[in-house]
């Protein structure tokens, strides 16, 4: 049964272990990964994957005692702003291009 949080305001439970609302956040992420014809984009794929590596990178500096390179911190960044600014330019260009005309 899924209970509501009282601080998030979100329900528990994910897909089909807890049921409820919880059940459609993997949609929602593979949603996210996709461009506006629905096939998944690289650049949107290749980002997700430097955010999660840049954040095990950030648990590590702060937890154990191995540090990050500033080099590989400011690499993974570049990746990742360049692979969402890139998705984001390629979505808004697809609403201002004009419809063709049959």
Avoid: N, Q
């Avoid at 609302?21 to 629905?38: Q, R, W």
């Avoid at 690289?42 to 500096?61: C, E, N, Q, T």
């Amino acid at each position: 049964m899924a209970t509501r949080l009282p601080w998030c305001g979100c329900f528990t439970g994910f897909g089909s272990y807890g049921g409820g609302k919880g059940a459609g956040k993997m949609a929602e992420i593979s949603g996210a990964l996709k461009d506006v014809d629905g096939s998944y984009s690289s650049k949107r794929v290749l980002a997700f994957i430097a955010l999660a590596l840049y954040g095990v990178g950030f648990i590590a500096d702060t937890f154990t005692p191995h540090k990050v390179t500033p080099h590989l911190a400011d690499g993974l960044m570049i990746i990742i702003l360049g692979g969402i600014g890139s998705a984001l330019a390629e979505r808004f260009t697809s609403r201002l291009s004009p419809e063709p005309k049959p």
